[in-house]
């Protein structure tokens, strides 16, 4: 019903199985208080546990959704196990994967700690995994901008609380749902599979470390300014203005004409807000996308002020700049569909009227 194992790398896993269950003795497909009592003896009796790196569980913990972004499809009055929720707070695990109400709910990260009266413990954020007891401190305690408080921790004494909730209230969780395989906020079928939508084509994976990803430990997550739910823009490290910013696919996609349907249309939700942004600044912006020996598509859009440019003269200068460089510049027409007329390995720009 319940247990903890230790990989080779020291990876450790936590995991609670069934549903939970008032009744002593439960069924076997059940747990009971005591099972979540031996589980977290077994592991906060060591002096040295900082929590577990994964924690497995059927039921959603109660008011996971605290604090952050509650799901959409499921009722949340009924929704979750406060045994689970006491579970998770005293384990503080890493990652924390729940599927008993068939829905997909990716949480924000939450911090585990209250911050200036407690000291700084980790949080989660992208499923790239290191074992805990391998990572530097300060590695764990960094926190991401939309990190929230966390939704475990009542203010006051809010209903009954056992013996053991009590003597591990100020031990907080760490919680995160996360699913690269499915598409966000679709329900299952009732038999437990997947329904019959048609599943997103494949893009490739990177060979190697990418500085784009948003679930790599090499993204500058501090330039990040918005995230939705295919892609995210980020400020231009050492950008050409003030306000560059870069539109990127969350998923390792190389280039526009490599998109799917849904990507390409947040992206185009995010142009239209920032040439929103712009007007309001009195500027305008050139948009150009790079795709020649480069792994992750990015939108590069740098503003420049409506008073001194006009489209002609941006025009000018990049014809200018191509006949510098023997570069062969083809203009395509307006509402051309890139994907028709261009591959791979080449530079796009896009002039905004």
């Known amino acids: 019903r319940r247990g903890v194992f230790t990989g080779a790398s020291g990876l450790q896993i936590a995991y609670l199985s069934g549903i939970e269950s008032s009744s002593d003795p439960a069924p076997a497909y059940c747990f009971t208080a005591k099972d979540i009592t031996s589980l977290k003896m077994s592991l906060l009796s060591n002096s040295k546990f900082k929590g577990v790196d994964i924690l497995l569980t059927s039921p959603w913990p109660k008011d996971v959704w605290n604090y952050g972004n509650p799901p959409t499809d499921v009722d949340l009055k009924i929704c979750g196990s406060e045994q689970v929720a006491s579970l998770a707070a005293s ?20 911090r585990n700690h209250v911050v200036l009266q407690e000291s700084a413990q980790h949080y989660i954020y992208a499923f790239t995994i290191v074992p805990m007891s391998l990572m530097d401190a300060t590695e764990l305690v960094k926190q991401p901008l939309d990190v929230s408080e966390n939704p475990y921790r009542k203010a006051g004494k809010e209903g009954k609380k056992s013996h053991v909730a009590e003597a591990t209230e100020d031990v907080p969780a760490q919680q995160f749902f996360f699913d690269l395989k499915q598409s966000q ?12 939508a048609k599943q997103p084509r494949k893009h490739p994976q990177p060979t190697g470390p990418c500085w784009f990803c948003l679930a ?26 003030s306000d560059h910013i870069l539109i ?4 390792h996609y190389q280039a526009m004409v490599d998109l799917s349907t849904e990507v390409v249309e947040e992206c185009e939700k995010y142009k239209a807000s920032l040439k929103k942004f712009y007007k309001s600044k009195e500027k305008r912006y050139v948009m150009f996308e790079r795709n020649y020996r480069s792994q992750h598509l990015q939108l590069q859009v740098v503003p420049l002020p409506l008073s001194c440019c006009t489209t002609e003269d941006i025009k ?25 007329v261009c591959g791979l390995n080449v530079l796009t720009v896009y002039l905004e009227h």
């Open 216 to 241: 790599s430990p090499e993204v500058e997550k501090h330039l990040v300014v918005s995230i939705g739910e295919h892609c995210y823009i980020a400020l231009a490290k050492g950008g050409l203005m």
């Open 185 to 196: 906020g679709k329900k299952r079928n009732s038999d437990g599979r997947g329904g019959q």
């Open 91 to 110: 384990l503080k695990p890493r990652y924390h994967f729940s599927a008993l109400h068939g829905a997909n709910y990716e949480r924000l990260p939450y």
């Open 316 to 340: 000018e200068s990049f014809i200018v700049q191509a006949q510098e460089q023997n570069i062969e510049l083809l203009e395509i027409p307006q509402h051309t569909d890139i994907k028709q």
């Open 248 to 251: 990127l696919p969350i998923g």
